[in-house]
């Protein structure tokens, strides 16, 4: 992983919205996921070592998650599973680092044609990750291309939640629901979106 170190948008020395004393910096730096391949060829050999317990004959998911269906799940991650397609189309979006209540946050932004879209800010659960959104960026951003009205555009903001994906890691506890909305809000307000929608 690695970002560029020249800012994309915002300026520092703004109050910190989360009341704490003093400022916090409102740098948004690009962002580009670039996992070393050292590190893809760590986790296949870790997987294949694998040492597996033993499991009660015909115990199926009573006491957890079948041994069975971890082993094809290990076997999928080791030996079915391209990392590169899905690094190469997740860094086909525009994506983006800033720090927020002491958390980095990492986060697409994907832009509309259309100039006065509406911003909207789409958040995945716990758990969850922005790839869930890679199906409806293009209908969202760009829907007359799909037979719809350019004035249904939306100008898009996926972020990862703290903890989650390349966002964090966290330095303290409660980042509930209520703290990961403040953060939201500051980060569509250092985007410089005065109105925005929000889902789901």
Not at 41 to 60: C, H, N, S, Y
Not at 79 to 86: F, L, M, N, T
Request: proline share 9%; hydrophobic share 40%.
């Amino acid at each position: 992983m690695n970002a560029a170190s020249t800012p994309y948008w915002g300026r520092g020395g703004r109050p910190d919205p989360f009341g704490h004393n003093g400022t916090v910096s409102t740098e948004i730096l690009p962002f580009r996921i670039d996992i070393p391949q050292a590190d893809l060829d760590d986790l296949r050999d870790r997987l294949g070592r694998t040492r597996w317990p033993d499991q009660l004959p015909g115990a199926g998911w009573d006491y957890g998650i079948p041994l069975e269906y971890v082993q094809e799940l290990a076997a999928y991650w080791r030996d079915g599973y391209d990392w590169r397609v899905h690094e190469a189309r997740l860094n086909g979006f525009g994506q983006f680092v800033t720090t927020i209540d002491g958390a980095r946050v990492h986060f697409l932004h994907v832009r509309s044609a259309v100039p006065d879209a509406m911003p909207l800010i789409i958040t995945h659960g716990w758990p969850g990750s922005v790839v869930e959104f890679w199906d409806i960026i293009g209908p969202l951003t760009d829907p007359a291309a799909r037979g719809g009205s350019p004035s249904d555009a939306f100008h898009l903001v996926i972020p990862s939640i703290p903890g989650f994906g390349f966002s964090g890691p966290t330095r303290d506890r409660g980042w509930d629901a209520r703290r990961v909305a403040r953060a939201w809000v500051a980060l569509m307000s250092r985007l410089g979106y005065q109105r925005s929608g929000g889902g789901p």
